[in-house]
């Protein structure tokens, strides 16, 4: 029992920092404060996303990943993956339940599937090592190397993000645009053939003059032009097909998928898999150190400042318009309760037959954790940009991450338990 309390004492520490200041970047967002107001906001975002996650991803990474680390690291890319496909399945399914409108499909699915897989994490992992509770050993070594598995599941997490859940929202706004578009067009349509009598019924004849009557004349030419027509249209599958990839990747955003923070992974992969560049940079005898040391520096700003805006973007939930309760309960139910459940199969199945090693319970319980976090806050994002329930969206983010304190608690507490 003493050992169940020191793991949530361990567990919820991390937590109730997180809403610590989270609370303070709320109370900084309110009208009467306005230190955290929608511009200094942007600015703020910018620095964090375009400065200190890329330093904090790239120096996290070079200091840790080795050759031999790749080969224990090989199985995090898919573990993020399959919580995409299980989140977007539970997506389906909670939409099919709920029937909601058009315009929300996608964010639901997407809410279900990208969960927080960077800030949380950075802030969790460096936050168990430094309780006496953890089952993690030396905290230096496990803050080390947690950063190094955060850091890489931020880049991963991204990337997925980028590439899959900002496509579906695009194509679920652009549908719901489509079908306003030619419901509009066929109301007017009806309503002018309503009002106004068609000249041409009045005026033209029964049979075309152009005709023969008899019909011999045109028919042959018909007939033989049927055949040359059919053997035409195949050789245009292939350009059909090229126009719909080029289509693809064009509406694919690569700048929003090669983002700051995953070219800076590429950078921490490259510093430290080359010896060459690990020996001018890493290390305290490495002649250009003070490169690494000041990305070090500026990466220890990401944490505070992404906190800060979250709890500033959380206000806006209070301000937005009503969701259904029963969607909003969907979302919670898949994100904190089927989630972490089908991720306990998948990661001790994964120990059981050897594709991860039973001897790092840092990287099981990390592994563990990205089942059990609530949904990306880029989705904020992506649907300020298509312009598709950015106010929905708002008033999920506040109930999951309101509810976040409670579900993240327990299942920290209980993975805890299950890799130490």
């Known amino acids: 029992m003493g050992r169940l309390v020191d793991l949530f004492i361990a567990s919820s520490i991390p937590v109730v920092k997180v809403l610590l200041v989270t609370g303070l970047g709320s109370f900084l967002a309110l009208d009467r404060i306005n230190i955290l107001g929608e511009d200094a906001r942007k600015h703020l975002n910018n620095i964090a996303f375009f400065v200190f996650n890329p330093a904090l991803v790239s120096s996290n990474l070079a200091k840790t990943i080795t050759y031999q680390s ?3 690291l090989w199985f995090m890319p898919f573990n993020i993956l399959f919580t995409f496909i299980i989140g977007s399945i539970l997506g389906w399914v909670v939409i099919q339940i709920t029937k909601p409108p058009a315009h929300l499909r996608g964010l639901i699915i997407g809410s279900c599937a990208a969960g927080n897989l960077g ?8 936050a168990v090592c430094k309780e006496k509770g953890s089952p993690f050993g030396d905290p230096d070594v496990c803050h080390e190397y947690g950063m190094a598995y955060a850091s890489l599941s931020m880049a ?5 993000l980028w590439s899959y859940v900002y496509n579906i929202v695009r194509v679920s706004s652009s549908r719901n645009s489509k079908e306003a578009e030619i419901s509009d067009s066929s109301m007017s349509k009806s309503s002018k053939e309503s009002t106004l009598p068609s000249e ?4 033209q004849p029964l049979l075309s003059s152009d005709h023969d009557v008899t019909g011999e004349v045109e028919d042959p030419e018909i007939r033989l032009t049927l055949p040359q027509n059919e053997f035409e249209n195949k050789p245009q599958v292939s350009g059909k097909l090229k126009q719909k990839l080029g289509t693809f990747f064009k509406n694919m955003n690569l700048k929003r998928l090669f983002a700051p923070s995953t070219i800076g992974a590429i950078a921490g992969f490259a510093i430290g898999l080359i010896p060459q ?4 940079l890493i290390g305290d005898e490495a002649p250009l150190r003070v490169i690494q040391d000041t990305a070090t520096l500026l990466g220890d700003g990401a944490i505070p400042a992404v906190t800060l805006i979250v709890g500033a973007n959380l206000l806006k939930g209070l301000k937005g318009s009503e969701v259904q309760k029963s969607l909003i ?8 309760i089927a989630l972490p459940l089908m991720g306990i199969a998948i990661v001790k199945g994964a120990v059981r037959f050897g594709l991860v090693r039973n001897d790092d319970p840092l990287y099981q319980f990390v592994l563990l954790l990205q089942y059990s976090l609530p ?3 880029n989705m904020g994002t992506i649907t300020q940009l298509f312009g598709a329930g950015e106010n929905e969206c708002s008033v999920i983010m506040l109930w999951c991450y309101s509810l976040a304190s409670v579900a993240l608690t327990c299942w920290s507490t209980f993975f805890l338990y299950l890799v130490s």
């Open 70 to 72: 790749m080969a224990k």
């Open 119 to 126: 800030n949380l994490l950075l802030i969790i992992i460096p």
């Open 156 to 160: 991963i997490g991204a990337i997925y």
């Open 200 to 203: 041409r019924t009045l005026t």
């Open 277 to 280: 560049i690990r020996k001018l």
């Open 329 to 336: 309960f969907g979302i919670v139910i898949v994100r904190y």
């Open 375 to 377: 949904p990306a806050m």
